[in-house]
């Protein structure tokens, strides 16, 4: 198993650009989650989804569009990019059941830089 | 708003020495607390967790402690290596419509732990 993939591994973007954040996980694990990192902080989580065709906002979700059309992917849509973006963001998912008994696989990030 | 707040920020150890993090949560339903490390440019990978009806956990030379009344819990890694060098961050579980207290996770800011040999 690949585990939870994410492309791109780096990106620069100008302001006001879009782009998409892909994520796909093999584990056929029903939640997926997309969060950021700013640097010296922890993870704050975007959106998230509990299974194909159904997502739900996180903490921070404005500037942001998800979509979960299949259980494997789960990508994240900026479509006016703003240097307040610039970050780095994890996908990551887990299996149903409590958090104890399956708890997060993360993604290796994507790095995206808005200038 | 519900939130976590994580101390110290930066803690350098020599090793062989013992390292305390410590959490506070807010969230009264919290019910699982995991605990993660982050090597620079990697991924947060899990190293420990524990449930709110559960008082200790050990694995090895790592240990999570939870008050629940007093909410809060503390990583404890004895005989420090510089191999533990990495940012940890602990969590909380959060509550969230329609999936209960499943998953959704309140991340402290982060403690860069250097273990100098």
């Known amino acids: 198993n690949a585990g939870v993939t994410q492309t791109p591994k780096f990106r620069i973007l100008k302001i006001g650009q879009s782009m998409t954040l892909q994520c796909t996980q093999d584990?056929?694990?029903?939640?997926m989650y997309w969060y950021r990192q700013d640097p010296g902080m922890g993870l704050k989580l975007i959106y998230y989804?509990?299974?194909?065709?159904?997502?739900d906002k996180g903490e921070v979700p404005n500037g942001y569009n998800v979509s979960r059309s299949t259980t494997e992917d789960f990508p994240l849509r900026l479509e006016l990019a703003a240097p307040s973006q610039t970050s780095v963001y994890f996908c990551?998912?887990?299996?149903?059941?409590?958090?104890?008994?399956?708890?997060?696989?993360f993604g290796n990030g994507t790095r995206l830089t808005v200038t | 708003g519900e939130n976590v707040e994580q101390h110290p920020s930066t803690l350098s150890v020599q090793e062989g020495d013992s390292a305390v993090i410590k959490c506070t949560y807010s969230?009264?339903?919290?019910?699982?607390f995991p605990w993660y490390k982050q090597e620079l440019g990697k991924r947060p990978q899990l190293i420990i967790d524990?449930?709110?009806?559960?008082g200790e956990k050990k694995d090895q030379r790592i240990a999570v402690t939870l008050n629940k009344t007093a909410k809060h819990f503390s990583l404890h890694i004895t005989e420090t290596q510089p191999e533990d060098s990495a940012v940890y961050f602990c969590?909380?579980?959060?509550?969230?419509?329609?999936?209960?207290?499943?998953?959704?996770?309140?991340f402290g800011k982060g403690t860069k732990l250097s273990v100098k040999p």
């Open positions: 990551a998912s887990r299996g149903t059941g409590s958090s104890y008994n399956s708890p997060l696989h």
């Open positions: 584990m056929n694990h029903n939640y």
């Open positions: 989804s509990v299974g194909a065709g159904i997502t």
């Open positions: 969230d009264s339903a919290s019910n699982y």
């Open positions: 524990i449930r709110s009806n559960v």
């Open positions: 969590a909380a579980s959060r509550k969230t419509h329609g999936a209960g207290s499943q998953g959704n996770l309140i």
